[in-house]
C-alpha cells in the first residue's frame, strides 16, 4: 500500500484560472480586514500560473477593477484598448460589415488581454499575499469523508509511473491535500467535477451543459498592418465557413507589439461528422478578408481550448458539503458577449466571501455554503448571467426560428418566447454517415508556399510548446477499443480524428483494407482541449489529466 504525504490547508483553491486566482485574493482581503489567518493553497497542472491559461480576449475590466480598484497603476497586462467594434457576415468570397452591433458585444473602452499573462500577473499578486501557489500538481481524485457526500480535500497524481502504470526508480507518490473547504475551477469540463457528477446529484434539475472548442492564434504581424488605420480593432465573424444551422464564428482583435489574437469556434453540438474543426479554422483562415488582415505575417503561438456556453440553467449546483464550483467548470460565460473572465474572477470572490462567512461560523456544510448560489443571483454577475440563459440553447434551432427566438431574446432581457429553452448533450447530435461516405478522416488544409501565417496541425501543436514523457501511462483513456471499430468508424468515421484539433488520434487500418483494427493515440500532442471527453459519440472517450506539469505552456495566448 502505498505510503501518502498529508498537508492540511484552511482552504485548496483547485485550478490555476482567473476564478479562483481571483477568489484566493478576494479571500485574503477579506481575512486580512477580520484579523484572521488562514492557511490557503492553490495548485495547478501547469508548469506555471498561465500555462495552461487561453482565451480570446476581450475583457469586462468591472470585476478586477473591484478587485484592484488600482490595477492599472499596478501594471496590469494590457496588449490595446478597443477603439471600435468590427460585426462582419462572411460568404465564401465576400464579407458584409453588419451595422448592428448586438449591444452585449459593445466593447469599446474595454482591454484586450492575453489571459496567460493576466494570470500570471494575478498569481504574483497572489503570493505576495501569502498565498501557497504549487504549480505542477493535478488534483487526480476528490477525497470523500466516511459518509461518501463531504469533500474533504484532493489526491495529487503519482509522478514516475511507466506506460503500464508501474512506478520508476523516481516514483513520487501523490500527495493528500485536505482542506475545510475545496474549490473546484478545474475549466471547462473538469474532471474532478466530472467525478463528482457520478457520485453527487450535483447537476439534478440542470440542462445538459453544451460547449464551444476554438483555436486560437498569436500572429505576428509586420509594422504596417491592417490595424494600423483602422477606426475597429475588435473584429467579429459569423457565417463562411460554418452553415447558418451551425453555431460558431471567428474573431481578431489587435495586441500589443504588431500581433494579433485570432481564432475560430465552433459549437460542439454540430451534427455533419465530416466537420473538421482545423479545417474549419484553415478555411477561416483562407477568407480574403482574413487573408488581408494576417498577410506578412508569422504565427508564434497556438491553442486550443473547450468553452461551456450553456449559461445560466446548465450551472451546476454551486456548493456541496466541502467545496464550491467556480469559474467555466461552473458555466460562468457570457454566450450573447462572448466573454467569460470577469464573470469566472466574480464567481471566485463571492466563493470567497462565501468561504470567510463558513470558516467564521465554523460551518462548511452544505447549506452554510450555498449561499453562494443566493449572492450570485444578486450580483451583477448573475444578472448577466440570466440575460443570456437561453441564448446558446437559441443558437442551437435551425432555420427562421432560430432568429425568431435570438430576437424575442434580446428585446426579453434574454426571457425570448420560451424561458428556459431546452439543450441536449453534444454528445448525441452527430448524424450517421451518408451510406458510401468517405470514412477517412478529411485532412486540413495544408499551409501554401511555406506561409509562415498557415500551419498544419503538428506545428500549431509545436508552437503551443505542449510536451508530455511518452513514458507514462496515457491520460486520454479509450475505454473500448471494439466500440471504435464495430460502432464508432462504421457509423460516423471516427469523428475523433476529426474534432481534435492535436492530432491525437490516429487510424490504424487492417492490412485487407476493410475497415480498421483500432485507434493510435499520439497523447503527446494534446492540448488539453478536453473535446474529445465531450463530444464522443458513445461516451467511450475519458480525457484525465496528466503527470503534473505537462501539457501546453501558453505565454501569449
Not at 257 to 273: C, H, K, M, S, T
Not at 359 to 377: E, H
Not at 484 to 491: A, D, G, L, R
Request: hydrophobic share 40%; proline share 6%.
Amino acid at each position: 500500500m502505498t505510503t501518502r504525504e498529508t498537508i492540511d490547508f484552511d482552504v485548496l483553491f483547485v485550478g490555476g484560472g482567473p476564478a479562483n486566482l481571483a477568489g484566493a485574493i478576494r479571500l485574503m482581503q477579506l481575512a486580512a480586514e477580520k484579523g484572521r489567518e488562514l492557511e490557503v493553497a492553490i495548485i495547478d497542472k501547469g508548469a506555471a500560473i498561465g500555462s495552461h491559461a487561453i482565451s480570446g480576449a476581450v475583457m469586462n475590466p468591472v470585476a478586477i477593477a473591484e478587485l484592484f480598484p488600482d490595477y492599472l497603476d499596478q501594471g496590469f497586462p494590457i496588449e490595446q484598448t478597443v477603439r471600435g467594434d468590427g460585426f462582419f457576415f462572411l460568404t465564401q468570397k465576400r464579407s458584409f460589415n453588419v451595422p448592428l452591433v448586438p449591444r452585449q458585444m459593445h466593447n469599446t473602452g474595454f482591454p484586450i488581454v492575453s489571459l496567460s499573462r493576466v494570470c500570471r500577473w494575478l498569481g504574483e499578486r497572489a503570493e505576495s499575499l501569502g498565498i501557497n501557489i504549487f504549480p505542477g500538481f493535478d488534483g487526480k481524485e476528490i477525497l470523500l469523508a466516511g459518509n461518501g457526500i463531504t469533500v474533504t480535500g484532493v489526491r495529487t497524481g503519482d509522478k514516475g509511473l511507466d506506460k503500464q502504470g508501474r512506478p520508476k526508480p523516481n516514483f513520487e507518490p501523490g500527495i493528500d491535500l485536505l482542506a475545510k473547504v475545496t474549490v473546484l475551477g478545474e475549466g471547462a469540463r473538469g474532471s474532478l467535477t466530472k467525478a463528482l457528477v457520478g457520485r453527487l446529484p450535483i447537476r439534478s434539475g440542470s440542462l445538459p451543459e453544451v460547449f464551444e472548442t476554438g483555436i486560437k492564434e498569436v500572429i505576428q504581424l509586420p509594422e504596417d498592418h491592417f490595424f494600423t488605420g483602422s477606426s475597429f480593432n475588435d473584429i467579429h465573424t459569423m457565417g463562411f465557413p460554418l452553415d447558418l444551422n451551425t453555431p460558431g464564428g471567428g474573431f481578431v482583435y489587435e495586441m500589443a507589439d504588431n500581433r494579433i489574437a485570432l481564432g475560430f469556434l465552433v459549437a460542439l453540438g454540430y451534427e455533419d461528422p465530416a466537420l473538421d474543426l482545423y479545417d474549419t479554422f484553415m478555411r477561416f483562415k483562407r477568407h480574403p478578408m482574413i487573408q488581408k488582415i494576417i498577410r506578412g505575417g508569422k504565427v508564434v503561438e497556438q491553442g486550443a481550448r473547450a468553452v461551456s456556453t450553456g449559461g445560466w440553467f446548465s450551472m451546476p449546483h454551486l456548493a456541496v458539503d466541502g467545496a464550491l464550483f467556480t469559474g467555466n467548470g461552473a458555466a460562468m460565460h457570457s454566450t450573447p458577449a462572448i466573454k467569460g473572465i470577469h464573470l469566472a474572477m466574480k464567481s471566485g470572490m463571492l466563493a470567497a466571501e462565501t468561504i470567510l462567512e463558513a470558516l467564521i461560523a465554523g460551518k462548511t456544510d452544505r447549506s452554510t455554503l450555498d449561499t453562494y448560489s443566493r449572492r450570485l443571483a444578486e450580483s451583477w454577475a448573475g444578472e448577466e448571467l440570466r440575460e443570456g440563459r437561453n441564448f446558446a440553447q437559441a443558437l442551437a434551432k435551425k432555420g427562421p426560428i432560430k432568429w425568431i427566438h435570438l430576437a424575442a431574446q434580446y428585446i426579453s432581457s434574454g426571457k425570448g418566447l420560451i424561458d428556459r429553452l431546452p439543450s441536449v448533450d453534444d454528445a448525441t447530435t452527430l448524424k450517421p454517415l451518408q451510406p458510401g461516405g468517405n470514412h477517412l478522416p478529411v485532412q486540413a488544409h495544408k499551409p501554401a508556399n511555406n506561409d509562415p501565417a498557415m500551419v498544419d496541425k503538428l506545428t500549431g501543436v509545436y508552437l503551443s510548446g505542449t510536451l508530455h514523457r511518452e513514458d507514462q501511462p496515457s491520460h486520454v483513456l479509450i475505454h473500448d477499443q471494439q466500440v471504435c471499430v464495430e460502432q464508432c468508424y462504421p457509423t460516423y468515421g471516427s469523428p475523433c480524428t476529426r474534432f481534435c484539433p492535436g492530432d491525437v488520434y490516429e487510424l490504424e487500418f487492417r492490412k485487407d483494407g476493410d475497415g480498421i483494427r483500432g485507434i493510435k493515440l499520439n497523447f503527446t500532442n494534446c492540448l488539453h482541449c478536453k473535446t474529445c471527453d465531450i463530444k464522443d459519440p458513445f461516451h467511450n472517450v475519458t480525457w484525465t489529466c496528466p503527470e503534473g506539469g505537462e501539457g501546453p505552456n501558453y505565454k501569449r495566448a
